[in-house]
């Protein structure tokens, strides 16, 4: 919701950063999801304009709705985000973005639990990974932890460097709920 009003209001100083989203929660520490739900209402329409013709070529409103809808499943232990709301574009886009981040450190061969695959990075140290297409959707949007990442099925070890490539929003960590 804090998103979408600084998105329709114009207020993105800061955007992205901690204190953009600190102040975002603040104003909104005190309401009910009620309130929250008619803010959103309100400034949806606003924001769904904003995205009209646009391509996504990274996070955006959408990917992060999906994103946070996901934190909310895996703190309620519901079962995960339905695939079809994230698997196209967002999870081939963000593949193409950590392909970008592993240039020059590694080429990774990533093969997830469909079939489908992907080939990200340049370097002499070649790999490849099996995980799923969830696991992969949650560690780029940092929601996973360098040790679940170093955990998964590699053919190789991964290299610290080529760990922290995972993540757009800084070095992978583990959200804790509860």
């Not at 769904?48 to 934190?71: N, W």
């Amino acid at each position: 919701v804090g998103v979408s009003a600084d998105v329709a209001n114009g207020r993105l100083d800061g955007v992205t950063g901690d204190d953009w989203t600190a102040r975002q929660v603040g104003e909104r520490r005190d309401r009910s999801v009620h309130e929250l739900l008619a803010e959103w209402r309100e400034v949806a329409p606003a924001v769904e304009s904003s995205l009209v013709g646009q391509r996504f070529t990274g996070p955006k409103a959408a990917a992060d709705l999906i994103c946070h809808e996901s934190d909310l499943h895996e703190a309620l232990n519901l079962r995960s985000v339905d695939r079809a709301h994230w698997d196209d574009p967002f999870l081939s886009t963000m593949m193409l973005l950590l392909g970008a981040r592993l240039k020059g450190i590694s080429t990774v061969t990533i093969v997830d639990e469909r079939g489908s695959s992907w080939r990200c990075g340049s370097g002499e140290h070649e790999t490849t990974l099996r995980t799923s297409g969830y696991e992969l959707f949650r560690a780029m949007f940092s929601r996973r932890s360098r040790r679940q990442i170093a955990d998964w099925d590699w053919t190789s070890a991964p290299t610290d460097a080529m760990v922290d490539c995972f993540g757009v929003f800084g070095r992978p960590y583990i959200v804790k709920y509860g």
